[in-house]
Every structure is written in C-alpha cells, then in structure tokens.
C-alpha cells in the first residue's frame, strides 16, 4: 500500500536559504521551502487510501483502525522515523470504552395490590427484555422496587412557567414520563434543552425519584422502545433508567394517556398524577465495552547536541466515525463515513510532512514527532491519553502542531487556532504567507474541538490548522473526490515551514496564556459562562477539569487543570451531564460556591457566573 519512492523524493535547497530563513524580525518575505512543495498527487492517493471502503471509516476499536494504525505505521518506518510508542515499536496502545451491551440482569415488573381491578394485569408479571423494556446506556446499575408517580413529560422548566413535578411527590418512588416535550419530537424550540433523556434522568434523581421509566406518547405514534446507545460518556446517571412500551401503562391510568398528552401539548396543563395501587420493579444492568486502539508516534531526532532532547510535535487524528452512530450527523444511518477531509486529510498531511522532514533529516537541529492519533472522534481521548504518557517529557515539547480537517481549503481560506498561545506563531505564519497567497483566519484560542487542547491544558504553544466546514462533515459523503489536493499542498507547505522555523531556532517558542473568548451558544448550550474546558480521558466521580480559559469566572475563582468538581451550588455533580444541568438551573450575575477535588483536598471556591456570549 505505499507510495513509490519517487513521489517521496524532493529537491534540497542551497543551504543560503537557510540562513535566511531565521531573520524572522526582517521586512524581506522569507524564501520559500522547495523541499516542501508536497505533489499533490501523493497526498490524494493517501487520502483515498485512509478513505478506502477497506478501512471501513477507522472508527477507534474496529479492526478498521487498527488496519489504518498498521498502514501508518509501516509508512512511518519506510520514510526513516524511528519507532517512538510502547517498548520500541510505533504504537502506543490505550483502552477506552467504546460501546455498551445488555447485562444478565434487566429486570422490570409491576406488582399490583390483591383486589384491584386492572384490565389487563393481574397479579405480579416480569416484562420482557427488548421487547416491553430496554435499559438506557446510562442508567445506574441498582435495583429498586416502589409506587409509581406520571410526570407527564418529565420536565421542570420554571422559566417557562410549565413542571411536570409540581403537585406530586416522586421523592422514593419510580418516575413515569413521557419522551420528548409538549412540542413533540422536535429537537429545537423552547424546550430543547430539557428534552434530552439524560437530563430528564438527572431532573427525576434531583427531585427525588428513585428510579425512571420514559415511554412514547401516543401523539408519537409507534409503541416503539428505544434503542440501546452509547453516548460517548460511560458515567451514569445516578438511578436507573428504562425505556418501556406505553401499553403497559394505558390500563394504569384513569384518563387515557391520549387525553392527557393532548392537553399537554395543547394547553401546557399539569397533568401528573401517582398511580395507585401499583409498585413497580426495575433492575438495570448494562455492560460497558473496553476497546484498545493505538495513537501512532514517528520521531526524526534532532541533531544539535542539547536541542535534540527537545521536541515539536506534529499531529494529526486518524480515527474517523466507522459505519455512523455516535457523533454522526446522520446517527441513525448505518452507512460508511470515509471521513477523507475528516481527518484522512490531515494524517495524509503528517505522513507527506514527515516524508519532506526526512529528506532534511541532517539539518533538524530539535527532533520531530510525528503522532497520528487515535479517538479524537470519542473525544480527544488518544491525545488526552498522549500528554499523559509522552514519549517526550512535555517540559521539552516546545510546541505542537495540529491539522484536522485541512483539505477542502475554500477561497484560498486558512482558519488558525492557537495564535494567543505564543508571541512567535503570527509572525511566523505572516512571514511565510508574506504574499497572502493564503488568506488568514487567526484566532488566539488555544482550546477548541481537537487534539491540540490536550497539548495547550499542559501550558504549551500549539496551533491547530483547519480549512472550515463543510456540508458533508461527519456524513457519509465526506468522500476523497471533494478534497482539494492542491491547496492542502499548500496549507502543508505553511505548516511545514513553520515547524521547521520552530525546530531549529536558537530559543524554544514562548508560551502564553490565550485570551478566549467564550464559545457561541448553540441550540443546546445554556446562558450561564463558566470557562471550565472537560476532561474527557478519565473515568472520575465528578466533573474533570482539563483546563479553564483565560479570564473567565473559573479562571478568576482559581480552579485550575486537574480539579475536579464535586458539588456545584446545592447539585451534587457525579458526572458532565450532571454540570451541564447544574449550569442549567444558574443565571448569569449570580455566584455559586463549587466543591472540587484538587489531589487529597477538598476545597471550595466561589464562581461568579457570566454570560455566555
Ligand atoms: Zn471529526
């Protein structure tokens, strides 16, 4: 599957070029590196291979990764890097959870009391697993037995004037709700962020409920169940929560639930009500999946006799979304996903740049690490895993190079994160686009939706390189034909030239702190500011902090990498989710005393909340 070799082989430079290549505060335009000029005929046909249906989208813990892993890895050996993973090899193997599956154990059963009148139940009877039930991913594994309360849809929206809760008390008892709003199925609208399973789940467990039975309401049509999902989080929701048919309810409740639904949605009426006479049993027991996949690390050492212990790292994501499902924008559609902008593109673009850095291989004066990574797609979980275990120690990681998503380049467009993050990266990238030939999009952040928030949350100057999205991003149709081949060979070159300037200046790059500035709420984001980034790569008991953004109000209340934050205001915080709903019930302006965990102490701080902008 490689390359020929001539398509490998490029022109060296004189070596006067060089010298002119460090008067970075000269007016002169820098001269351009020849031997970067990538063909962009080899950078097409790697992309076409990490995009082949025989790669079956590289989703992380699928032989199809593991496949595009190998194909790395031999790729890296033949253009000269030295193995840089676990115990001499290229691989650096970690293990995460990838899905979920039905344990043994899933009970559901209603118990009537003797002498009640109930059409069709009579007596005690267990229901049938995914076929009258199925547990949620995320539901606790517990078993509870008690009376049974309808909340209507389960949902607790002050600020809309509408609860489900008022009126009953489900303290102790088993919550019955509907799916989805008073607007139906509709993901947007008014009521979007309380419509979310997990959050009615974390709603029931504040307000009481032992555990929750979400059913489709009639006005849904179809008595369908759920199916069993995995949400990319492995923490649990603090109770046990199933999915059941509506059927089994109907003869249960005294008005019919058709009736009810419809003045729901009509009028916003309350309509929740316990359910005599009847308990109800529920066992809850899903498995969680480990699977092992590999981050792949290629080193070119450095040749300076002190610098070569220092490293710039070079990095790009491999893993792609498989057949679909999470992370999808199509989830429900079982089709492959090539993913070739999605990150084909840029593992395309640390292979060319390694094969380019191996031919200059003397003139390295730092080492380069090449590092294709595993999981981003899961959440940054191979680079998470990386800063934890670099082959490099970080302290002499002098910066970090990103590229996700650089090959559908529109209008000669180069978006660029991580600008703040070192005084040298402007001038840099101003200095080898002296003739704007690329048109700049600089943004000083150094967190954002990639590999390289790993990198910046440890306090190092990265940069992260991305040609902008796309119609077909995340879909079945992010295909090869659609990359723009030559103008990647020119986002390459940049990148290129820059890691070299890095690479063999006298001084080691700056870092700096970034200014931020708060993400733009979307359709489920919420108005209250906090500035905390997560940490997506440990199971913990609360919510990890991977870093908090410059000058925002966790930046101000002292919370730093690492925490992880136990309580916030009255909610105790188990989870993410749990945070994310947290925020949820706080406006801005107010302040909120956080409980965190930094190492074996338990401190607690005060957080004043900001708006999201
Ligand atoms: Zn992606």
Not at 206 to 233: C, E, F, T
Not at 490 to 512: K, Q
Request: aromatic share 8%; with cysteine.
């Amino acid at each position: 599957m490689a390359l020929s070799a001539s398509l490998r082989r490029r022109p060296l430079i004189a070596p006067v070029v060089l010298v002119l290549l460090f008067t970075l505060a000269s007016a002169a335009p820098a001269q351009r590196q020849a031997w970067l000029s990538i063909p962009p005929d080899s950078i097409l046909h790697r992309i076409r291979v990490l995009s082949s249906d025989s790669l079956e989208g590289r989703r992380a813990g699928t032989p199809g990764a593991d496949k595009a892993a190998r194909y790395l890895a031999a790729l890296f050996k033949e253009l000269g890097a030295h193995p840089a993973g676990d115990s001499g090899t290229y691989f650096q193997s970690f293990d995460f959870v990838s899905g979920v599956k039905l344990g043994p154990s899933n009970v559901f059963a209603l118990q009537f009391k003797p002498n009640t009148q109930v059409s069709s139940n009579k007596g005690s009877r267990p229901y049938v697993l995914e076929k009258d039930f199925i547990p949620y991913a995320f539901a606790q594994e517990t078993t509870v037995t008690a009376p049974i309360v309808f909340v209507g849809y389960g949902i607790s929206a002050p600020e809309l004037n509408y609860d489900d809760y008022k009126g009953v008390d489900v303290r102790g008892k088993v919550a019955l709700a509907l799916r989805y709003s008073p607007d139906g199925e509709m993901r947007r609208g008014k009521f979007a962020k309380h419509t979310g399973s997990r959050f009615k789940a974390i709603r029931a467990r504040q307000k009481g409920a032992v555990a929750l039975i979400l059913i489709s309401g009639p006005a849904q049509g179809d008595d369908q169940l759920p199916k069993l999902r995995y949400d990319n989080d492995p923490s649990d929701a603090g109770l046990p929560v199933i999915g059941a048919k509506r059927s089994l309810f109907e003869p249960l409740i005294v008005e019919s639930l058709e009736l009810l639904q419809a003045k729901m949605d009509s009028t916003l009426a309350n309509v929740s009500r316990e359910i005599p006479n009847v308990t109800a049993t529920v066992a809850t027991d899903v498995v969680k999946l480990h699977s092992r996949t590999r981050n792949v690390l290629g080193c070119l050492p450095g040749n300076d006799p002190t610098l070569k212990d220092q490293v710039v790292v070079i990095g790009a994501h491999y893993d792609h979304l498989g057949y679909g499902g999470e992370g999808s924008l199509v989830p429900d559609t079982v089709a492959l996903h090539p993913g070739a902008d999605d990150n084909a593109s840029g593992t395309a673009g640390i292979v060319e740049l390694l094969s380019a850095f191996a031919d200059r291989a003397r003139d390295l004066r730092r080492s380069v690490l090449f590092i294709a990574f595993s999981a981003e797609e899961e959440g940054t979980l191979g680079s998470q895993y990386y800063v934890k275990h670099p082959a490099f120690p970080l302290t002499a990681t002098v910066g970090m190079i990103n590229m996700d998503m650089i090959g559908r380049m529109k209008d000669s467009t180069l978006i660029v994160y991580g600008i703040g993050t070192s005084p040298i990266w402007k001038p840099l990238l101003l200095q080898f686009d002296s003739d704007s030939s690329i048109h700049l999009k600089l943004n000083p952040d150094g967190y954002g939706p990639s590999d390289q928030s790993s990198f910046y949350a440890n306090d190092l100057p990265v940069l992260f390189l991305f040609s902008g999205l796309h119609e077909d991003y995340h879909r079945p149709s992010d295909t090869w034909e659609k990359i723009n081949a030559p103008e990647e060979a020119r986002v390459l070159r940049l990148a290129g030239e820059v890691a070299f300037a890095v690479d063999t200046m006298p001084a080691r790059p700056l870092f700096t702190k970034a200014d931020s500035a708060p993400a733009p709420s979307g359709g489920r984001v919420y108005g209250v500011y906090v500035g905390t980034v997560p940490d997506f790569g440990e199971q913990v008991n609360g919510f990890k902090i991977s870093g908090v953004r410059t000058g925002s109000p966790a930046d101000k209340a002292g919370l730093m990498k690492g925490d992880i934050i136990v309580k916030f205001g009255n909610m105790d915080i188990k989870s993410l989710y749990d945070y994310t709903y947290a925020l949820g019930e706080h406006k801005p302006g107010e302040e909120v005393a956080v409980v965190l965990r930094r190492g074996d102490k338990i401190l607690t701080v005060t957080v004043k909340l900001e708006q999201r902008k």
